[in-house]
């Protein structure tokens, strides 16, 4: 409780920003004003739940979620940082999202969004599994638009090379009915045809398990939910790549309860596959995602 008290004294803010123990005892920045309201985990500064006022929740997070200090959330927007993606033994989208972070900074903004802003430093625990010295820094903009902006700094001597997600699970009502617009014509390596080259012809649409990195996708895409009677629309700037994924019942996980699949949808905003990030000592990179609900 010392450390929320803590928090709290240095970070919370009357009336919109309080910290306290989440789900699984996990700590949490509570956030709630007349625009939105949402909740990050600071394990990982993963966003768990993003619900502007006069909207249902836009987010998807399993019933079947673990809350456990070092295991991944099942839902939400996990970082997948330093690597997205599996790399050899080292697990799957690197380790920002199975560590605490910091909280740095935390304000009202003149258009009263709440800004929270989290970061990560390379520790022995980093260098053990990923030998470069890096500052890393998430800042959430909670309002009717939600802002992300993830921005990745070489603070050591040598290069190094990231690949990286905002991993958005968004909430849909019925997968077979949502199409995910803005990416008719651009190419893609398909994870589930071992990572052959396509093209996407019209918008996405779901009819079995689908697991795909788009290429040279700077633009916005869109979901398309006829059910929910809503469209989410996803911007964002410093990032080539787009991942559209949903696992079906192809793919069993332990975190992800039977006929889930059916009510989520990943689109997330990414530097993967060729879209990676070469950052000199000195350098940065912001990676950033706007998402709005129309
Ligand atoms: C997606 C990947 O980004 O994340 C999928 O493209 C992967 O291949 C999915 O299955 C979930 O990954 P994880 O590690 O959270 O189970």
Same mark, same amino acid.
């Given at each position: ?46 966003? =768990?739940? !993003? ?8 987010? !998807? ?19 997948? !940082? ?18 605490? !972070? ?17 970061? =990560? *430093? ?16 998430? *800042? ?17 001597? %040598?290069?190094?090379?990231?690949? *990286? ?6 909430? @849909? ?15 893609? =390596? ?19 398990? %689908? ?10 895409? @869109? ?18 790549? %787009? ?8 793919? @069993? ?23 990676? $990030? ?8 912001? =990676?950033?995602?706007? $998402?709005?609900?129309?």
């Amino acid at each position: 409780m010392q450390f929320i008290a803590t928090l709290n004294q240095g970070f919370g803010i009357a009336d919109c920003l309080q910290f306290e123990n989440g789900p699984g005892g996990l700590p949490v920045a509570s956030i709630t004003t007349s625009q939105a309201s949402a909740q990050v985990a600071l394990q990982g500064a993963h966003l =768990l739940s !993003w619900q502007p006022a006069g909207q249902a929740p836009v987010l !998807w997070v399993s019933t079947a979620a673990e809350f456990a200090p070092g295991k991944p959330i099942r839902g939400g927007v996990p970082v997948c !940082w330093p690597w997205f993606g599996p790399l050899a033994d080292k697990g799957m989208h690197g380790f920002a999202r199975n560590l605490p !972070w910091a909280v740095r900074a935390s304000r009202r903004d003149a258009d009263g969004q709440v800004v929270l802003c989290l970061g =990560l *430093q390379d520790s022995d625990h980093t260098r053990g599994l990923w030998d470069h010295r890096f500052d890393l820094e998430l *800042q959430f903009t909670i309002g009717p638009t939600l802002g992300m902006a993830l921005t990745t700094r070489n603070t050591g001597s %040598t290069d190094f090379t990231v690949t *990286q997600a905002l991993h958005t699970y968004f909430k @849909v009502g019925d997968i077979r009915q949502t199409c995910v617009r803005g990416l008719d014509g651009c190419a893609y =390596l398909d994870k589930v045809q071992a990572m052959a080259r396509l093209q996407q012809a019209g918008d996405v649409r779901f009819s079995g398990e %689908t697991d795909r990195v788009y290429l040279d996708t700077p633009g916005d895409c @869109v979901v398309d939910d006829p059910v929910l009677q809503r469209e989410i629309r996803i911007a964002k700037q410093g990032s080539h790549s %787009t991942v559209v994924w949903n696992p079906w019942s192809e793919k @069993v996980m332990a975190d992800m309860a039977p006929g889930e699949y059916q009510g989520m949808v990943c689109v997330e905003t990414c530097n993967a596959g060729p879209d990676a $990030i070469t950052l000199a000592p000195g350098q940065q990179h912001g =990676l950033r995602a706007s $998402i709005s609900v129309l």
